[in-house]
């Protein structure tokens, strides 16, 4: 029944997503404005385009903008900023940073108690971040300097919602701690001094390295992916687009993955796990008390002489375990997704010893 339950209503394929009405009132607005200043928006076709516009609008009408010192707000301001939270989450299933509550727009640098000094912008712990207008509208001018502010101040969002709960998307809240572990690598060089590909201020933290590498990733990916291929690939991953693949809005689907592992250093999974974070602490934290349960079960059954209760035992394992299979083998449509290494040891490692567990309990309540 989780299995069913898990396919249907929370990993089913989206197979709605390619179609988006095309007869929004506002999607000519929206559609002259991003090709006057968003670059990434050029380069998609018409459905692509229509996905961004309506994504753009669907994440207009959530987040609060507010202007400080006088800065007069227009309705420009709000398309720009939603248009760069699209090209940011552009491969995610869910356009919206749920932490992110408002944003706030002061008309050049301004001054924070928090640092005590003048900067250009802040992404604060409780989902407000504060961008200097100028410099933001700076970052969409020259598209290949490397500085964009507002996707620079997002990153550091995105990266926050992943450490502090579920809500957003499961493969980048699944997938970045092994991205990070990564990208430490790059870190490291780039702060030893032995890797000069990114600006200096990369070299602060990791959370203003990651941000740097965003923006890189959008700016320059030629030379991004020509420079540190292993490191720009796994991002790709991580975010679900390719700023190379122009011929194809963007796509990196498990045949890229394919293509790319034959290259990169440290392979890129071909096949996703399916859970939410919450699940995948659960399988973290639960291993060995499980594994222990389990043992502990089975051994007590083996010296009580119970071979036909374990016999019983092992007709519900594996019918259980056929169910989760099957499962996964719908969602991805291949087998090696079931014969895939890193899943089979998550599956005989974790998933087994836990069916085994809810077996016997459940023939111990139901049963007996």
Known sequence: MWAYIRYFHIVQPDNNEAFYDASHTDFNTYNQFYEDNIPYFNK????????FVERSIEINERIEIQTREELVFTHEMSMYISGCLTQLTYGFKNPHIEMLKGVVIYPNHFYSRLVENWVKGLAMGNGVVFLSWYHFVEGYEDSRDTYNLGLHEFAHMLRMQTMSSSNLDNKFSNYFNEYNEIAMMSFISHRNGTDDFFREYGSTNEAEFFSVCIENFFEIPDLFEAELPTLYYHLCYLLN????????????????VKLVNKEVESKIPEYEHIYSK????????????NLFVFLVLILAAIANGRYL???????LLIASSSIILLVRYLYFKNLKSILNNDYLVHFFKRVVPLLTIICILFDYVILQ
């Open 278 to 289: 919450h699940e995948k602490m659960f399988w973290e934290q639960a291993t060995s008390i």
């Open 44 to 51: 998609l076709d018409i459905n692509g385009k229509y996905k």
């Open 241 to 256: 687009q390719n700023p190379l693949n122009t011929s194809d809005n963007y796509t990196f689907d498990r045949e890229d």
């Open 309 to 315: 209760y374990l016999f019983n035992i092992s007709l």
